[in-house]
């Protein structure tokens, strides 16, 4: 008899599916959040590069002090969807707030600021996987394999949805002068010089701060992948401690030590099906399957 397939845990919240820990309250509330001038948001699809932004910016605004241990960055630098909007505006302007929702469901100010983060689907899969896997009370999926959570993930049934659909979502804004557009590839790439975009693109006070190079220097060290790896509580305390740690291996390429062949094509094609003609392929002139077939 053939095996069923094991599925994470998921609540649902205006159709979206969120992780059981999030109160669906919450997340309803972040939803109509208000956003104020002097709003940050940093925005992702889910394990494309947000802790790494969230830190950066955090130590931005503490000119260059790195998150101390007992805090807790998604406090900090609150996730929208899972504390609310109540808890948000009570934080001091001006704001950095994290969220991982498509374009149409962020609430929008022309006087807020958004830095949009991509990172290829090819890894971003795989780094969802062990985020699922890992958090074992808010999915339930500590047994789930790859390939199980592989056919969730091209079919948009992750909390967040589809992520071509939110990768779209954004892109076809990217142009907008309070939108900063950029890739988990770009900041592996040249660190440095994503820290001080970042930096220019939040105001002159922030750029005033990394021109100090002790500043831009400890940013540069204490946000990079071997110092972000210690001290992980900081990041994630629910992570269930015998599972893969949440800064995992921080790299480009991990996806082919994870797909079969099969699902190189199935993802190929459908990356192809969802983004034909826009040139979304061109964040990723390194990625071999969609260098290969565009
Ligand atoms: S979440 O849960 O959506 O907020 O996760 P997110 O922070 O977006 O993504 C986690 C992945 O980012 C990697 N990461 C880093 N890579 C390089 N350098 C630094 N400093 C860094 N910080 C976090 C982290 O390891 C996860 O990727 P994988 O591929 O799983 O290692």
Redesign the pocket.
Same mark, same amino acid.
């Given at each position: 008899m053939k095996q069923q397939r094991r599925k994470p845990n998921y609540g649902i919240c205006r159709g979206f599916l969120i992780p059981m820990g999030f109160p669906v309250a919450c997340f309803e509330s972040g939803l109509n959040y208000t956003p104020q001038s002097g709003d940050n948001f940093i925005v992702? #699809?889910?394990?494309?590069?947000?802790? /790494?932004?969230?830190?950066i910016v955090w130590m931005l605004q503490n000119d260059g002090q790195a998150l101390p241990l007992g805090k807790n960055i998604?406090l900090e630098v609150p996730?929208l969807e899972e504390v609310g909007a109540e808890f948000v505006a009570a934080i001091p302007s001006p704001r950095f707030i994290?969220t991982?929702l498509p374009y149409s469901f962020t609430p929008y100010s022309p006087d807020a600021k958004y830095i949009y !983060?991509a990172?290829n689907p090819f %890894?971003c899969v795989? *780094?969802?996987y #062990?985020?699922t896997q890992g958090f074992v009370k808010h999915y339930d999926f500590a047994d789930g394999t790859f390939d199980e959570f592989f056919e969730l993930f091209i079919e948009g049934e992750v909390d967040w949805g589809d992520y071509f659909d939110h990768l779209l979502s954004w892109y076809e804004h990217r142009h907008q002068p309070n939108i900063l557009f950029t890739t #988990?590839e770009a900041?592996?790439k040249d660190?440095k010089q994503q820290i001080i975009e970042m930096a220019k693109f939040l105001g002159n006070s922030y750029l005033e701060k990394v021109k100090n190079l002790e500043i831009l220097h400890s940013i540069l060290e204490h946000? *990079?992948?071997t110092?972000? *790896?210690q001290e992980q509580s900081r /990041? *994630?305390s629910l992570r269930s401690p015998e599972m893969?740690p949440? !800064?995992?291996?921080?790299?480009i390429g %991990?996806w082919q030590n994870h797909f079969s062949q099969n699902q190189v094509a199935r993802l190929t094609d459908k990356f192809r099906k969802k983004t034909a003609g826009i040139g979304i392929e061109n964040l990723w002139p390194e990625l071999i399957p969609i260098s290969m077939h565009f």
């Open positions: 992702t #699809y889910p394990k494309c590069g947000t802790t /790494w932004a969230q830190h998604n996730h994290k991982h !983060i990172r %890894d795989v *780094s969802f #062990y985020h #988990y900041m592996k660190p946000t *990079s992948f110092k972000m *790896s /990041w *994630s893969t949440f !800064i995992r291996k921080g790299e %991990d």
